[in-house]
T-cell receptor, first 115, second 111 residues
Framework: SQTIHQWPATLVQPVGSPLSLECTVE??????LYWYRQAAGRGLQLLFY??????ISSEVPQNLSASRPQDRQFILSSKKLLLSDSGFYLC??????????????FGEGSRLTVL | SQQGEEDPQALSIQEGENATMNCSYK?????LQWYRQNSGRGLVHLIL?????REKHSGRLRVTLDTSKKSSSLLITASRAADTASYFC???????????FGAGTRLFVKA
């Protein structure tokens, strides 16, 4: 069966520090991968999605970046965090090739607090 | 901008009652999905309805889709306290790989 792992679960970082959130998927090949951010009590904002290794599409201009060094690994990074980067970050995957008709499978999320 | 907008933003009902949540969207879609999120957790997929379908059932869930009005509804029948969660509609846009979420409806079911 397929599983998705996301870490760390909780992170408290000072303004200006770097960030690295990791997500890995097991039990499937060539998934579409996604990073979403959720502000407190709000909906999900799509940040990045990837349809293959090294292929990253950015949805929102920001100081965040994403990379996909391996087929089932998706990394969210920042060189210098801002207060506004605080939030709940969710990684998700869907079956590749059916991006027009795909259920999303979510990780448990990473809660980032920037102080 | 948000593709989907849920209504109401919050809903409080008694156990055993039905809960209805609505979603409106703006552009052409391939499908519409409903997800559930318990507080502080990841989202869990509930049901998907394709653009050429009008109604779909799954257990106590009933989803309708009206593409002419660009709207969908989620009905949870005979609600339980365990149904307390946030519910989100999400749309897969025509021609793309993106799934866009609405702001969600927070459902509270009182025992």
């Amino acid at each position: 069966s397929q599983t998705i792992h996301q870490w760390p679960a909780t992170l408290v970082q000072p303004v200006g520090s770097p960030l690295s959130l990791e997500c890995t998927v097991e039990g499937t090949s060539n998934p579409n991968l996604y990073w979403y951010r959720q502000a407190a009590g709000r909906g999900l904002q799509l940040l990045f999605y990837s349809v293959g290794i090294g292929q990253i599409s950015s949805e929102v201009p920001q100081n965040l970046s994403a990379s996909r060094p391996q087929d089932r690994q998706f990394i969210l990074s920042s060189k210098k965090l801002l207060l506004s980067d605080s939030g709940f970050y969710l990684c998700a995957w869907s079956v590749r090739g059916t991006g027009r008709d795909g259920e999303l499978f979510f990780g448990e999320g990473s809660r980032l607090t920037v102080l | 901008s948000q593709q989907g907008e849920e209504d109401p933003q919050a809903l409080s009902i008694q156990e055993g009652e039905n809960a209805t949540m609505n979603c409106s969207y703006k552009t052409s879609i391939n499908n519409l999905q409903w997800y559930r999120q318990n507080s502080g957790r990841g989202l869990v997929h509930l049901i998907l309805i394709r653009s050429n379908e009008r109604e779909k059932h799954s257990g106590r869930l009933r989803v309708t889709l009206d593409t002419s009005k660009k709207s969908s509804s989620l009905l949870i029948t005979a609600s339980r306290a365990a149904d307390t969660a946030s519910y989100f509609c999400a749309t897969d846009l025509t021609g793309g790989f993106k799934t866009i979420f609405g702001a969600g409806t927070r459902l509270f079911v009182k025992a």
